[in-house]
């Protein structure tokens, strides 16, 4: 039994599990210590550690997968529930925000004036630049297929044009937010209003920018050839998690902008 | 009209059921008298109508809130910052 006789992958032996965990520790604390102490240095660390330890593993992930050719049909199979069970727990995580908003939202109190959006506070006109990013994400939707789909049919070209269309609009995207939270005229501080508008939105963005980045890495990988035809589950998960993030913002963008 | 408002003014002893609010929490019930209270006193005074009729919605909102929100709100209404519309 010198060698392994079954299709699953055995990972070696690694450090960024342990890494990740104390990155977790020092992000943590370091939230606390900014919340009460006013100093930033733990949460610093914390970020610090945690970016590299996800630079490495994933850089290790690929170097597994697309080098040394651990990522059989069964591998893959696994990967695929994984990512479709985080997207899931992902999907939960903004349900809890949009309790919250349609708590409040339903059947506001006399604090508020007895109507949404509450007295003084005047929301966002959802036909300006909120439906622009609607488009912007909903193009990126249709750009990312044509992307998938050119890769699959060995269309490099086409394919690094779509995608990188793609992730063009997913920065204009947190572009426009990024204006439309410094321009707006009510603040998080805004009672349950101003809470619940950018606790909810600005997870989305922190998503976005999330999803962003994972296509910019696919974008690298498909140039230098990483990807085959049959074989790509790691431009399949960002396509996923893409098109959750779009789904996410047409609930938010209905709910909040335009029913809110 | 008017006698029969006197009536029930006379006769009043506590809020009757409303089934616009039908459950345990009031609170929209002492709200929505409160206003409806003042804007009829608005109206009629811009109208110049007697306001007795009126009447009914204090009673109402007096046997329902808290002491404290009332006057919270009178507060407010004096400053100008009553987020309520009248």
Wanted: charged share 10%.
């Amino acid at each position: 039994m010198a060698h392994q006789t079954h299709a699953y992958h055995m990972v070696d032996p690694s450090p960024w599990p342990l890494t990740g965990a104390t990155a977790a520790l020092l992000l943590t604390s370091g939230l606390a210590m900014w919340f009460h102490y006013n100093s930033t240095t733990l949460m610093a660390l914390g970020l610090l550690t945690t970016l590299m330890t996800m630079m490495q593993w994933w850089r290790d992930i690929v170097r597994e997968s697309t080098f040394q050719g651990h990522h059989t049909m069964p591998v893959q199979k696994g990967l695929r529930y994984g990512m479709i069970l985080f997207i899931t727990s992902e999907v939960f995580f903004f349900i809890g925000f949009f309790w919250a908003f349609y708590h409040s939202s339903l059947a506001p109190t006399p604090e508020l004036g007895g109507n949404w959006p509450p007295t003084g506070i005047h929301p966002l006109n959802p036909f300006e630049v909120p439906l622009l990013n609607t488009a912007v994400l909903l193009a990126s939707g249709v750009t990312i297929t044509w992307a998938h789909h050119s890769l699959m049919a060995a269309n490099r070209n086409q394919s690094i044009q779509a995608l990188t269309i793609t992730v063009t609009l997913g920065l204009y995207f947190t572009a426009l937010q990024a204006m439309e939270y410094y321009e707006a005229p009510f603040t998080i501080a805004d009672g349950v209003y101003g809470s619940t508008f950018f606790v909810a939105t600005g997870f989305h963005g922190l998503h976005v920018i999330i999803g962003s980045t994972f296509l910019i890495v696919c974008l690298l990988r498909l140039i230098k050839f990483h990807f085959t035809t049959a074989h790509h589950f790691g431009f399949e998960a960002a396509a996923w998690y893409g098109h959750f993030v779009d789904v996410v913002w047409l609930f938010l963008y209905i709910s909040i902008y335009w029913w809110g | 009209m008017a006698d029969s408002i006197q009536a029930k003014l006379d006769n009043y002893r506590t809020a009757p059921f409303d089934s616009r609010f039908p459950n345990q929490n009031q609170t929209r019930n002492c709200w929505q008298n409160y206003l409806d209270f003042h804007r009829c006193e608005k109206a009629m005074a811009a109208k110049g109508a007697d306001a007795t009729c009126c009447q009914w919605y204090r009673r109402v909102y007096k046997s329902l809130c808290p002491i404290s929100w009332v006057n919270a709100w009178d507060e407010r209404r004096e400053e100008g910052t009553f987020p309520g519309k009248i």
